[in-house]
């Protein structure tokens, strides 16, 4: 008991140290800024995903943050490209929750896996376009991406609790075995009530509140699936967590694993509820 208490409390002081410094980035930096900002967010991260890849040569890690932030430069600079990336992470994410959903046995895996770097910008460089592209809508940019953030944490947090006290059926036992049905309930109940706050501080009609409320309620859903699968990469190597830079929290990939999944979603809603 004291151990769990322990947990939580450091648990609590990393997430009360780093939200502020997030929050301001997300409302006071300017564009560009910003975009330097969560680009070394994902090179953490990226740094991280290649322990899940059996990269542990210093050279070759660094290697591919260049790749990733050399990528980054070319989103940059071409603009055109931006959104068939914010496609094809999307696709990619659909057909990742199917084959959770159909895993019933994790291989272990040992050494190298460079193929799986080549999935790692699949993750990564859409949530970088993603929330680019919802701070750059006129007037309510930092809002949108704030609004992201909260409806991911409240997504996620009703999912625990709702699961803890109501949970039966396994969502994917092999994969994770305390995610439960009744978890992903509890997560879309949590979307709806942010889409509902979302559609009534922006005065929205009614078919505009439904248009806030699937998007909201797809972007939850699918970052669910983000969890489930840094956890089933995870399993494959016997990893708990990704890195231990967070305490009590894990890795940086171990927090944004949800917004990897969820940004590029919601990014294409908001696309499409605006035109």
Do not use: N
């Amino acid at each position: 008991m004291a151990l769990a208490s322990s947990s939580l409390r450091r648990r609590a002081i990393t997430a009360f140290s780093l939200g502020p410094l997030v929050i301001a980035a997300v409302l006071l930096l300017p564009q560009a800024a910003f975009g330097v900002f969560f680009l070394l967010v994902l090179l953490v991260a990226a740094w991280e995903w290649c322990a899940l890849s059996g990269i542990s040569q210093q050279g070759q890690r660094a290697g591919y943050l260049a790749l990733v932030g050399g990528c980054v430069g070319v989103l940059w600079a071409l603009p055109t490209l931006q959104m068939p990336l914010l496609l094809v992470g999307a696709a990619w994410w659909v057909l990742q929750a199917a084959r959770i959903l159909l895993t019933r046995r994790i291989d272990l895996v040992a050494g190298a896996q460079p193929l799986q770097l080549g999935v790692g910008l699949l993750v990564l460089l859409p949530s970088w376009v993603a929330l680019m592209s919802l701070r750059s809508v006129p007037g309510s940019g930092p809002g949108l991406v704030l609004f992201l953030l909260i409806l991911i944490w409240t997504a996620d947090t009703s999912a625990y609790f709702v699961g803890r006290r109501w949970g039966r059926a396994k969502l994917a036992p092999v994969v994770s075995p305390g995610k439960t049905r009744a978890g992903v309930y509890g997560a879309m109940v949590g979307a709806a009530v942010c889409g509902l706050g979302l559609a009534w501080a922006l005065g929205l009609d009614a078919p505009h509140t439904l248009l806030a409320l699937i998007v909201c309620g797809l972007a939850a859903l699918i970052s669910v699936v983000g969890d489930l699968y840094e956890s089933l990469l995870k399993r494959r190597r016997s990893m708990k967590d990704s890195s231990q830079l967070l305490p009590g929290h894990g890795g940086l990939l171990d927090r944004i694993d949800s917004l990897t999944a969820a940004a590029p979603v919601f990014a294409l809603g908001v696309a499409w509820a605006l035109t």
